[in-house]
Structures are given as structure tokens and as C-alpha cells.
């Protein structure tokens, strides 16, 4: 079978997909993939469904060899590639050659990096999904040594990119009023949008700590709330009046105050901001911010319309006088017409 053999590969490496759906009641949350767009947008490069399997990489990738010709692309936070020693573009598709390696190195922006293959990765199901969901012990971490099995391809193309968007750099959050939003004070409520955060280092899959100076944004009513449902995108705030974003495997319920939920659309911002990144929240109303996620999601589903073919720089091919470059050339000088 088709397969990536790693040869070895950084922390945090895994199996991802676009998640469980339907296991909240029974303490799953939906896991999958952090970055949703960055899914669609492979799955946009590669010219295939949207639920295959993709490796998702935090801060560096690793190497990987392949055993037949397949089909990749790279999204998300861009990363130093290259395929046997030779730079290859981010936010493209390409062809990996049988017994080519292919290396991911550190991140440049952003904070995730996507690997996906034509045909997806082939790993067991489990719960109808392939995501690794490490605080639930379902899957594991890709590992040096690993065979990661590839799915049949249905499709050939390669060569194509999309252009880059915004949400490597930090910038303004989306967010609509939450449970316990009237809980907070007016003025620590109108302080907490007009507050710059930053994104602390301490973060995982779970949520992402939003640094700021100053004073916190405590409720006196956070020690009255009873444990409740919460969701990826919700904003916790600590019993020290610092604010939580939560992320794919959050907890399914907490008791700790919400001062808003940031939209999904949105939440790729929050996930690929690197430490340090600026952010700041800005409340918008319920029918607007479903106004703004139907408009993303037909964003995302027409990312295959703007995939446009991927023009390589010279300076880049090695195999430079392999090109036929002077094909369709016209004489400045002679006309065809002029032949008798």
C-alpha cells in the first residue's frame, strides 16, 4: 500500500481530521483538526473531499519518505519545505516522487502546519473519525518509524496554490455574548475590547492563555455559576481575571465564567496566532455573526474556484536547462509571411 514512512518528526505530530460529531452528551468533544480552514484549504489544492485525513504539525514537521508517487500539499502556518533538498512552495500541491523525502521544518508564522495527501491518510476509524484526540486517549502521536498508509487517489492534479490569508498574525477576534456575559460589569466588559492581548506561549490543543497588562476581568458572581456545557471558541475567565480561549479539545463542561464565544469562522485566527501575536475581541451581535459564518463557510467551500496554477521561480529549479524556454518565440526581425 501507498504509504509516508517517517523518519523522524517533531512533538506534537498527529492524525487529524474534522473531528467527532455527536459524542458532547457522552464527554467528547468534537476534536479534529485546529485550523478548519487550513483542512478546506488542502482539500481545495488537491481537488478532494474535505473529511479526508491530514497530519497536523505544531511548530516544526519532520521528514517522511515516500514509498510511491503521491500527491501533497502544504497549508497552514507556512514551514520550511523542501523535497530531496529542493525548496518547495507553501499553500500549494505537489507531486512526491517514489523514494523522495520530503523535510518540514520550523514554523515561519502561525503555529500549525498541514500535511495532506491525495487520497488522505488511511488510519483506523475509530468513532467514525481518524482525529487524534490525546486527552481522551483516542489515537496517538505520530512517531519516528511510523508507515502512515495513504487512501486510493481519485484525482491527478498538482501545481496549484491559493492565496494567503491573514490569520498567521494575530488582529481582531469576532465574538458574540456568551452564558455569563451580563455577569461582567459594563465597564470591565467595554475595558475587555478595548484591551490588546497577546498570545501566551502556554497553550495546547485545549485552549490558549490571552496575556495583557493591567488589572484582570473577575466577576464577583464567577463563584455562584453552576458547571455547564461549554464549546471550542468559549472564554473562560480564571478565578485571577485572565481569559481562556478554548480550542478543538476543550472539556465539555466548566464552571468558570464566559465573557463571550468566539466565532468559529474566527477561531483559525486565535489557533495560528504565535506567541507573543496581538489580538483583540470585538462583540458583534447574534444575527450579525451568523451573517458572517454563512459568509465564511461559502468562503471556504468556493476555495477550489481560486486555486490557481502555481508559477515556479527560476531561481528555484534545479533542473533549470531541462525547460524548453524559447518555444513560440517570434522573430523582432523576420516575418513568416516573408517565406515564399
Given at each position: 500500500m501507498r504509504?509516508?514512512?517517517?523518519l523522524n518528526v517533531g512533538p506534537g505530530v498527529?492524525?487529524?481530521?474534522?473531528?467527532?460529531?455527536?459524542?458532547?452528551?457522552?464527554?467528547?468533544?468534537?476534536?479534529?483538526?485546529?485550523?478548519?480552514?487550513?483542512?478546506?484549504e488542502g482539500a481545495a489544492l488537491l481537488r478532494q473531499a474535505v473529511d479526508f485525513a491530514v497530519l497536523e504539525m505544531v511548530g516544526t514537521g519532520g521528514s517522511f519518505e515516500a514509498t510511491d508517487d503521491i500527491r501533497i500539499a502544504l497549508t497552514g502556518a507556512t514551514m520550511t519545505a523542501a523535497v530531496d533538498g529542493s525548496a518547495v512552495a507553501w499553500n500549494a500541491s505537489h507531486i512526491l516522487p517514489k523514494g523522495s523525502i520530503l523535510t518540514l521544518g520550523p514554523t515561519r508564522d502561525g503555529t500549525y502546519g498541514y500535511l495532506h495527501v491525495g487520497g488522505?491518510?488511511?488510519t483506523p476509524s475509530v468513532l467514525s473519525a481518524r482525529a487524534t484526540h490525546q486527552s481522551t486517549g483516542?489515537?496517538?502521536?505520530?512517531?519516528?518509524g511510523d508507515s502512515l498508509d495513504v487512501g486510493a487517489d481519485r484525482s491527478g492534479d498538482v501545481g496549484l496554490t491559493l492565496p494567503r490569508d491573514s490569520r498567521?498574525?494575530?488582529?481582531?477576534?469576532?465574538?458574540?455574548?456568551?452564558?455569563?456575559?451580563?455577569?461582567?460589569?459594563?465597564?470591565?466588559?467595554m475595558r475587555f475590547v478595548d484591551t490588546t492581548f497577546r498570545r501566551d506561549p502556554r497553550a495546547n490543543r485545549q485552549g490558549v492563555r490571552m496575556d495583557s497588562d493591567g488589572d484582570g476581568f473577575a466577576t464577583p458572581k464567577a463563584l455562584s455559576i453552576v458547571s455547564e456545557v461549554i464549546v471550542p471558541g468559549d472564554i473562560q475567565i480564571t478565578g485571577d481575571g485572565t481569559p481562556f480561549v478554548l480550542l478543538a479539545e476543550s472539556q465539555t463542561t466548566g464552571g468558570y465564567p464566559r465573557i463571550g464565544t468566539v466565532l468559529p469562522c474566527d477561531l483559525p485566527r486565535v489557533v495560528q496566532a504565535p506567541a507573543g501575536a496581538e489580538l483583540r475581541f470585538e462583540f458583534v451581535s447574534l444575527e450579525d455573526a451568523a451573517a458572517i459564518e454563512a459568509r465564511a463557510q461559502s468562503e471556504w467551500c468556493k476555495l477550489r474556484s481560486l486555486a490557481a496554477p502555481l508559477v515556479r521561480d527560476p531561481a528555484e529549479m534545479q533542473d533549470l536547462l531541462s525547460y524548453q524556454l524559447i518555444g513560440g518565440v517570434v522573430s523582432a526581425v523576420h516575418s513568416p509571411l516573408d517565406e515564399g
Open positions: 504509504a509516508l514512512r517517517v498527529a492524525i487529524q481530521d474534522l473531528g467527532r460529531a455527536g459524542y458532547l452528551a457522552k464527554g467528547l468533544t468534537r476534536g479534529g483538526a485546529a485550523d478548519v480552514r487550513a483542512v478546506h488522505g491518510f488511511d483516542l489515537g496517538a502521536l505520530v512517531a519516528t498567521f498574525g494575530g488582529g481582531v477576534v469576532r465574538i458574540v455574548p456568551s452564558m455569563q456575559t451580563d455577569d461582567f460589569d459594563a465597564e470591565i466588559r
